[in-house]
C-alpha cells in the first residue's frame, strides 16, 4: 500500500512541528525519514499512524484518505523506540493482543503467535515477560506484535535508538531481510545518517518542520539540494562558500594557485582510513580523510605545513534552500547559483 | 575508625527507628491486645456479639461496601483526567481532592449538617422525598465517602504518570478501542497502585470517627459503627467492651493489609 502525505501542519503550542509537509512512499518500500532531533519526523510518522491529529493536510493509504480516521482503524503498524511493551503480559500474550482483540479463537491466535517468533527469532520464549528480554530482544518482540495482524503498512520510530551500537547493526541487516521477505510498505524513523542509507531504499530528509530533499542514499549524497543536506547527509567541510567532503580534499606538499595552505593539527588513525585535522589560515578548521598508503607515502606529521586541493566543491549561493533546484538540476551552473567546481586529478 | 563510627551511628539510627516506634506505635496497641483479653476471652467476646455490637459490626461493613467501591471507581477516572487529559481546571481539582485531607473530620461532620440538616439547603426537598440523610445511613455514608475520597486519586495518579502513554498507544494501533485498551492494559499496569488505595480508604472508612460521629448522632443499636461503638462503650466505663471493638477493628484493617499481600504473592509466583 503506497502512503502519501499532502500539505501536512502541525503545531504543538507555539512550536511548529511539521510545516507543509508533503511525501509520497511507494508501495512495498522501505524509507527512511532523516533528521535531527525536532525536525518533525516522529510527529510525520504519528500523523501517519493517527497518533497526532493534523491541524492541516491529509494522509493517504492505498490512496484512500485516512485523516479522520481514528488509530485503531488504520491498520498500521507501529513500534516504538522504547518497545512499549505490555509489561504484565507475557511475550505470547503481547504478540497475540491484536488478535485477541480482533476475536480470533486460541488455537489460530497460537498457531500465528508461534509463526511470528520464529519469523524475528525468538523461538522459545513465548512465556517469558518483557522483563526478562534484553533490548534487542524487546525490539524483535514488538515488532512481532505489530506484524501478527499483518498491518498495510509498518511503522518504526527509532527503532533501534535505544539499543547498543552492535545490536543495532544486527537488527537493521535483519530489518532489511524481513522487509525483502515481507514486502510491506515500512517507514522508519532516524536521526543516523548511516542507518538510514543502511537499511532504506529511499531517503526523506527533514529538518525545522520540512522535506528537505527526498530520494535514493546515492542523490542525497551527490546531488545534495542545499547546505543542510550536504552536511547532514555525510561529512563535509566549509571553505567560504564552497562545501567540501573530506574525501575530496586532496593533500599534496607543494602549493600551486588552486590549494590553501594549512597546518596538520591532528592525526587520528580510524584503520584503514585516517582522519587528518587542519587549521588554515584564517582559522578555518577542516579534515581531509585520507587512506593509510596515501599518510604513509605524504610523511604527514603533526604541526606540519601542507596543501589543500578540494577535488569537488558545491556552492548553495542563490538557490533557495526550498526549492529542491539543487536535487532535480544539480549540475547546471547557470540556474540560479547552483555552481560546482571541478578541478582535474 | 571512619568505619566504626559508621557503624555507631548505624547503630544508633536503627536504635531511635526501632525505639520511636516501640514506644508510640507498638506499646500502645499491644497495651490494648493485653488488656482485652487480661480476663479471658469471654468479656470482649460478649460485648462485640451483644446486639449493638454486632449491629456496629454490620454497619462498619455496610459504610466499607458503599464507600470503598464507588471512591475507587471515582478515584481511578479522576486521576485518569488528571495524568492523561491535561487542561487548565486540573489545578483546581488537584487541590480540591486533597480537601478531606487538609480539614477536620468533625468540620466535614458539620458542613453536612449545614447541608442536611433540618435549617440545611437541601432539607426541605429530601423531607419531600421522604429521605432521612442526618442520624441515619445516608449521611454516615456521605461522611466515609467524604473523608476517604482522596486516597485512590493519590495512590493512582503516579503510577499512571509512571507508566507513561506509549502502551496504551500500542494497544490502540493494535485495534483496541478506548474501552479495551483500559480494561487490557491500563487497568492492569495501574492495578497495584489502586489496590493500595482501596486498602488505604477502607482502613479510613473503617476507623472514621470524627465525621460519622457528627452526623450518625451515635445511637446505639442504630447508627452506631464500631468506633462509635467503642466510644460508647468506654464512657460507659465498660472497657472489656471498648477494647474488644478495638481489637476487632485493627483485625478488620490487618485482614485487607493481608488480603492484598496475598493477592501480590499469588500474582508474583
Known sequence: MGISVEGAFKSFGDFQALNDVSIEVPDGSLTALLGPSGSGKSTLLRAIAGLETLDAGQVLIDGANVSRKPVQKREVGFVFQHYAAFKHMTVFQNVGFGLKIRKWDKAKIAARVHELLDLVQLPGLADRYPSQLSGGQRQRMALARALAVEPQVLLLDEPFGALDAKVRKDLRAWLRNLHEEMHVTTIFVTHDQEEAMDVAGQLVVMNEGRVEQSGSADELYEKPANEFVMSFVGEVNRLGDHFVRPHDMEVVLDPDERTEEGMVQRIVALGFEIRVEFVLGDGTEVWAQLTRNELQRLELEEGQIAYLRPVQAKSFNGASPDDGSGASTPRGPQDGGDAEVSAPV | ?269
Open chain 2, 1 to 269: 575508625m571512619s568505619a566504626g563510627n559508621s557503624l555507631t551511628s548505624r547503630w544508633s539510627l536503627r536504635v531511635l527507628g526501632l525505639g520511636y516506634i516501640l514506644l508510640l506505635l507498638l506499646l500502645p496497641l499491644a497495651l490494648i491486645f493485653y488488656k482485652t483479653f487480661e480476663d479471658g476471652i469471654a468479656p470482649p467476646l460478649d460485648a462485640i456479639t451483644s446486639p449493638d455490637g454486632l449491629h456496629a459490626l454490620k454497619l462498619t461493613l455496610i459504610m466499607v461496601a458503599i464507600a470503598v467501591p464507588l471512591n475507587t471507581v471515582f478515584g481511578v477516572l479522576c486521576a485518569l483526567l488528571l495524568v492523561r487529559h491535561k487542561w487548565k481546571g486540573n489545578v483546581v481539582i488537584d487541590a480540591v481532592i486533597n480537601l478531606p485531607f487538609a480539614i477536620s473530620p468533625v468540620v466535614i461532620g458539620l458542613s453536612l449538617f449545614l447541608l442536611y440538616g433540618t435549617t440545611g439547603w437541601l432539607e426541605p426537598g429530601l423531607a419531600e422525598a421522604g429521605i432521612k440523610v442526618l442520624f441515619s445511613v445516608p449521611g454516615m455514608v456521605l461522611a466515609s465517602i467524604f473523608v476517604s475520597l482522596p486516597f485512590v486519586v493519590r495512590e493512582t495518579v503516579p503510577v499512571l504518570q509512571e507508566i507513561g502513554t506509549e502502551q496504551e498507544q500500542a494497544a490502540s494501533t493494535l485495534g483496541a478501542n478506548a474501552w479495551q485498551t483500559f480494561w487490557r492494559v491500563t487497568l492492569p499496569a495501574i492495578r497495584w497502585g489502586v489496590a493500595y488505595g482501596v486498602v488505604l480508604t477502607t482502613a479510613r472508612v473503617l476507623g472514621e470517627f470524627g465525621a460519622v460521629s457528627v452526623v450518625s448522632g451515635s445511637i446505639s443499636g442504630q447508627t452506631q459503627t464500631l468506633p462509635l461503638f467503642v466510644e460508647k462503650q468506654y464512657q460507659n466505663f465498660n472497657l472489656p467492651g471498648a477494647f474488644g471493638a478495638s481489637v476487632l477493628l485493627a483485625l478488620l484493617a490487618l485482614a485487607t493489609l493481608f488480603a492484598m499481600n496475598l493477592l501480590k504473592r499469588k500474582e508474583d509466583a
